[in-house]
């Protein structure tokens, strides 16, 4: 892993980066995104990531595939053990029976062509959003529509738990989960998750959520670290928060680099996500200094708020009502 250091997952045994490279993107129109995607991968490697994310959602795990498929064949990695990947449920797969079909489907687009390289499993499986999605029958408009359900925790995550057993996934997790959905999940789960991956940064810290699931040896890992700045509902908000500006400026480093660091000091997992080839460099560039008493406190006062809300998955036909309810006043 070089100078990435690692934490092992409490409940598989796993030694997992600190620090991931979503996939996850944007890319402007025109744009080839599955050429794009894969040659950031293989640039990520390159570089030192050996921890990937991605997403049935994103579209991302053939290009994915591909990529490790060339790193092999060059010479940059000896082996796919030398990474670790991780892909998630999407909500209309998040039935009891749809699970293991999903997970089947999401290795079958990242194996296409490589299924002789023994990436025939992903190294941690999440549930992507608490909520069950159904899609309605399409409109006059050709757009796709969907109803909320409730998801069915207990045969939700048995089925997870069948994915890890039956060595598809070696670890499985949550993400988006508040500490009573958490809570839910450990009360019917046999195999705990090891992982809640959420949106964490300066601006919105999450330090209830995070100690609840430390506490019950869950991992925090955090997506949108420096704020989600080019996607539909993130914002500047961050990269322009003039006390992270400040303690920049005393620290030679740049904006992102000091949320980074905080985050880690906070013994968090990062997702970064850049494709840009020196911000990816300046990403791994946070583990040989560190933050003083008085910067962490600076940091700790800044004003709290969340950044994606999630919209979508409130109604008044579905299960959650409010944000207040979808987030468990986690907001």
């Known amino acids: 892993m070089g100078s990435i250091p690692d934490y092992v997952l409490r409940w598989s045994g796993q030694r997992m980066p600190v620090v991931g490279f979503g996939t996850a993107s944007?890319?402007?129109?025109?744009s080839d995104f599955f050429t794009v995607t894969k040659q950031a991968v293989l640039q990520a490697i390159k570089l030192g990531y050996r921890h990937f994310d991605t997403a049935s959602l994103y579209g991302s795990e053939q290009p994915l595939g591909e990529a490790i498929v060339e790193a092999l064949s060059l010479g940059l990695i000896k082996s796919r053990n030398e990474l670790f990947i991780t892909s998630k449920l999407w909500c209309t797969q998040a039935y009891g029976d749809l699970v293991l079909p999903a997970l089947k489907t999401s290795l079958q687009e990242w194996l296409l062509k490589c299924r002789n390289l023994k990436l025939d499993y992903l190294d941690l499986y999440l549930i992507h959003w608490p909520i069950c999605l159904k899609q309605r029958k399409e409109g006059v408009s050709g757009g796709k529509e969907y109803d909320l359900f409730p998801m069915d925790f207990s045969s939700v995550w048995a089925a997870m738990e069948d994915c890890q057993r039956l060595g598809l996934t070696k670890s499985i997790g949550l993400s988006n989960?508040?500490?009573?959905?958490v809570a839910d999940v450990l009360s019917i789960a046999k195999i705990p998750p090891v992982v809640n991956q959420v949106e964490l940064n300066p601006l919105w810290q999450q330090k209830k959520l995070k100690d609840f699931c430390h506490g019950n040896g869950i991992l925090l890992q955090a997506y949108s670290p420096l704020g989600a700045v080019?996607?539909?509902?993130?914002?500047?908000?961050?990269?322009?928060?003039?006390?992270l500006k400040e303690i920049a400026k005393v620290k030679g480093k740049t904006v992102a680099q000091v949320c980074l660091r905080w985050a880690y000091e906070e013994g968090v997992i990062l997702i970064v996500k850049s494709f840009n080839a020196e911000r990816m460099k300046q990403n791994l560039e946070i583990m040989d200094w560190s933050l003083s008493e008085d910067e962490l406190k600076m940091i700790q006062h800044i004003p709290q708020s969340r950044g994606i809300q999630a919209e979508a998955f409130v109604s008044e036909n579905g299960p959650f009502k409010t944000l207040e309810e979808l987030w468990d006043g986690e907001i």
Do not use: A, L
């Open 177 to 181: 989960f508040t500490c009573k959905k």
């Open 230 to 243: 080019g996607t539909k509902w993130g914002s500047n908000r961050v990269m322009e928060c003039e006390v």
């Open 26 to 30: 944007e890319i402007v129109e025109g």
